[in-house]
């Protein structure tokens, strides 16, 4: 089932009066339980394409739908509805609220939905369990690793038990071992509880991980192709 | 979490919030410090006026105070006495005798005031008798006793028991003289009072005026309580309405208008500091703004609304300015508690305070209800400084927010 359908998506920009179309009709579908990688280098558009699939940006013309939903007609309200109900957001530079402590941060959007505080403790430390940090909960952000931030910022994504996870260079400011970690964890609950990942990156160590590889350039995709995790074997061209 | 969030986060630039808090924490300090001075200064004022020189209410002839005529005279008939005997708001009253007319000691002569009184009742509606610096209230002297300023003293340079003779018309506006020795000395916040109201007793200044027993020029009344007078004068204009009843407000209109234009000035003096806090304030916010612009991206991303952001500076300011505001109202209520005690002295400034009826050590006051409005103030400051820096957070694209580093 596919969780994502995006068709002849189009994000224009205006760089001092040029036009500059930085997505050139993307086309695309994502299915439920991908490990899947779009990479690119700088400025090839993969973050364009992920703020528009994350409800961050509206495309020029073309059509995202999320679960049948289609997310460009929605207003910046609904959009803000659409974000917390359905995406989770991995960040390149952690981006936790420094003030708020590793359980804090994890419950906030669940507090946003509007769950018991009950139900929404408990939710953030088996998130935080997942992911290893059940002895770091009452850490603040400052107080935890770069790694550990990052495993904090992937128990919010997927607090809200979203439609799909999307990181965008979640490892750029990671060491290897951080990474290495980090890529486990996200494997393993991609495998266990079946969390969709889409992944912006440029970094090796991700795309080897990763199930799909999606290339971009120049705002089109270059090539689409599944792999087999941890080795660079093409598996079968999708386009 | 809203209000946690925003308490935790003004503290993570200690020096910043606590420069801004400093600064909101003076402000208030001064400015409910000057309402606690201004308005004690003013009651000061309006109590002396009361207790010595008008009391709450005065009734008069019609044409009494326009014309001071000894002629234009009050009746004391059984209407009058029993319209005030019926009214319970009515603590004491007092009648008195008043005449123009000329003080001359051996040296010098002035222009005075006469008021006779009937001690044993006025003691009961003015404290005059307590502001004595020398000698007793019209005790002590069997004929013709006279209680006199001590700044009209000086002038006549004259002392207790001093010879004065006082010349003045009597009701059919034939001329009469009579030797008054002085029995007292009092001296009041006022030098214009004293300098010109002196007080003998009622059944001499009578016989000099050959006066009838049953008239006289003015009734004074003191009530329970400030603030009923108005309600009195309303009921004794029904029962007497051939009679002028006029509050201390009226008969005093400068006071009143003190009173009114303090309040004015007040309000002036507060919101002044408030605007410069609230700038402040607006400043150091969006100063915390343009610092999280990719942390409110990040929430904005996760799904926190806008309203929620709204909020959340919105708490962020008014733990700001509350803060500031309380400790300013605390550190405030401390000194005027202490000058409460102490009082405030400005003699240096004596002749001049003096010369419109001032005190020269003033004792601050303030009610709770300033308080509150201090703090309403305080803290809609707070609401209208938050409103700027929290639209620019809202209006964030959270995509460009987050970009920026």
Request: proline residues 2%; charged residues 15%.
């Given at each position: 089932m596919n969780v994502l359908e995006i068709q002849h998506l189009v994000?224009?920009?205006?760089?001092?009066?040029?036009?500059?179309?930085?997505?050139?009709?993307?086309?695309?579908?994502?299915?439920?339980?991908?490990?899947?990688?779009?990479?690119?280098?700088?400025?090839?558009?993969?973050?364009?394409?992920?703020?528009?699939?994350?409800?961050?940006?509206?495309?020029?013309?073309?059509?995202?739908?999320?679960?049948?939903?289609?997310?460009?007609?929605?207003?910046?309200?609904?959009?803000?509805?659409?974000?917390?109900?359905?995406?989770?957001?991995?960040?390149?530079?952690?981006?936790?609220?420094?003030?708020?402590?590793?359980?804090?941060?994890?419950?906030?959007?669940?507090?946003?939905?509007?769950?018991?505080?009950?139900?929404?403790?408990?939710?953030?430390?088996?998130?935080?369990?997942?992911?290893?940090?059940?002895?770091?909960?009452?850490?603040?952000?400052?107080?935890?690793?770069?790694?550990?931030?990052?495993?904090?910022?992937?128990?919010?994504?997927?607090?809200?038990r979203p439609t799909f996870v999307l990181a965008d260079e979640p490892t750029a400011n990671l060491d290897s071992k951080a990474t290495e970690n980090l890529l486990q964890i996200m494997q393993q609950l991609n495998k266990e509880e079946g969390t969709t990942f889409i992944f912006s990156t440029h970094d090796q160590r991700v795309i080897n991980k990763a199930r799909r590889i999606i290339t971009v350039e120049d705002g089109k995709i270059h090539t689409d192709e599944q792999v087999v995790p941890d080795s660079a074997t093409t598996l079968a061209p999708m386009v | 979490m809203i209000w946690s969030i925003a308490w935790r986060n003004i503290w993570?630039?200690?020096?910043?919030?606590?420069?801004?808090?400093?600064?909101?924490?003076?402000?208030?300090?001064?400015?409910?410090?000057?309402?606690?001075?201004?308005?004690?200064?003013?009651?000061?004022?309006?109590?002396?006026?009361?207790?010595?020189?008008?009391?709450?209410?005065?009734?008069?002839?019609?044409?009494?105070?326009?014309?001071?005529?000894?002629?234009?005279?009050?009746?004391?008939?059984?209407?009058?006495?029993?319209?005030?005997?019926?009214?319970?708001?009515?603590?004491?009253?007092?009648?008195?005798?008043?005449?123009?007319?000329?003080?001359?000691?051996?040296?010098?002569?002035?222009?005075?005031?006469?008021?006779?009184?009937?001690?044993?009742?006025?003691?009961?509606?003015?404290?005059?008798?307590?502001?004595?610096?020398?000698?007793?209230?019209?005790?002590?002297?069997?004929?013709?006793?006279?209680?006199?300023?001590?700044?009209?003293?000086?002038?006549?340079?004259?002392?207790?028991?001093?010879?004065?003779?006082?010349?003045?018309?009597?009701?059919?506006?034939?001329?009469?003289?009579?030797?008054?020795?002085?029995?007292?000395?009092?001296?009041?916040?006022?030098?214009?009072?004293?300098?010109t109201k002196v007080f003998v007793r009622q059944q001499d200044l009578r016989r000099l005026l050959k006066a009838p027993a049953s008239i006289t020029h003015e009734i004074a009344i003191l009530v329970h309580e400030n603030g009923v007078e108005d309600a009195v004068v309303q009921e004794l204009g029904t029962a007497m309405p051939t009679l002028d009843i006029a509050t201390w407000k009226t008969l005093m209109p400068e006071i009143q208008m003190m009173h009114e234009n303090m309040s004015v000035m007040t309000a002036v003096f507060v919101g002044i500091i408030l605007l410069a806090l609230g700038f402040g304030i607006v400043n150091t916010m969006l100063m915390v703004i343009l610092e999280r612009i990719p942390e409110i991206g990040m929430t904005m991303a996760i799904g926190m609304n806008t309203r929620s952001i709204f909020l959340m500076i919105l708490a962020e300011t008014l733990c700001l300015a509350m803060v500031g505001g309380l400790v300013g109202i605390l550190l405030a209520l401390v000194l005027i508690r202490f000058t409460q005690y102490t009082g405030i002295d400005l003699s240096l400034w004596a002749a001049g305070l003096q010369a419109t009826g001032f005190d020269t050590v003033i004792y601050p006051q303030i009610t709770l209800i300033e308080i509150l409005k201090v703090t309403c103030l305080v803290i809609l400051t707070g609401i209208l400084a938050a409103l700027y820096p929290a639209k620019k957070a809202i209006s964030l694209n959270p995509s460009e927010a987050l970009r920026t580093r």
């Open positions: 994000k224009e920009y205006t760089d001092a009066d040029t036009p500059v179309r930085a997505i050139d009709g993307i086309s695309l579908t994502v299915a439920a339980g991908e490990f899947t990688a779009i990479v690119g280098p700088s400025g090839s558009g993969k973050t364009s394409l992920l703020n528009m699939i994350g409800g961050l940006d509206t495309p020029t013309s073309g059509t995202i739908h999320v679960q049948q939903q289609n997310i460009t007609q929605l207003t910046a309200a609904q959009r803000i509805d659409f974000r917390r109900n359905h995406i989770g957001f991995v960040f390149q530079s952690y981006n936790l609220i420094p003030v708020l402590t590793a359980i804090e941060n994890v419950a906030l959007i669940l507090q946003l939905q509007g769950v018991s505080k009950k139900e929404r403790q408990q939710r953030a430390v088996e998130l935080l369990t997942a992911v290893g940090l059940q002895d770091r909960i009452h850490s603040r952000p400052a107080n935890l690793s770069g790694g550990q931030q990052q495993r904090v910022a992937v128990a919010r994504a997927l607090a809200s | 993570r630039n200690k020096t910043r919030s606590l420069v801004i808090i400093t600064a909101i924490t003076l402000g208030i300090f001064a400015g409910v410090f000057i309402i606690a001075f201004l308005y004690g200064w003013v009651q000061q004022r309006i109590d002396a006026v009361i207790q010595t020189e008008v009391s709450h209410i005065q009734l008069h002839h019609p044409a009494y105070l326009s014309s001071q005529e000894l002629t234009d005279y009050m009746v004391l008939n059984d209407t009058l006495q029993k319209a005030l005997a019926q009214q319970t708001a009515i603590q004491h009253h007092t009648t008195r005798l008043l005449s123009s007319g000329m003080i001359a000691s051996a040296e010098t002569k002035a222009g005075v005031q006469l008021i006779g009184v009937v001690p044993e009742t006025e003691i009961a509606v003015t404290n005059l008798h307590t502001h004595l610096v020398a000698g007793t209230y019209l005790e002590g002297i069997k004929r013709n006793p006279i209680v006199i300023g001590q700044q009209l003293a000086k002038t006549l340079n004259v002392k207790l028991r001093s010879k004065l003779v006082i010349t003045l018309s009597e009701m059919d506006g034939t001329l009469t003289k009579a030797t008054f020795r002085v029995a007292g000395i009092y001296t009041t916040a006022n030098t214009a009072y004293d300098e």
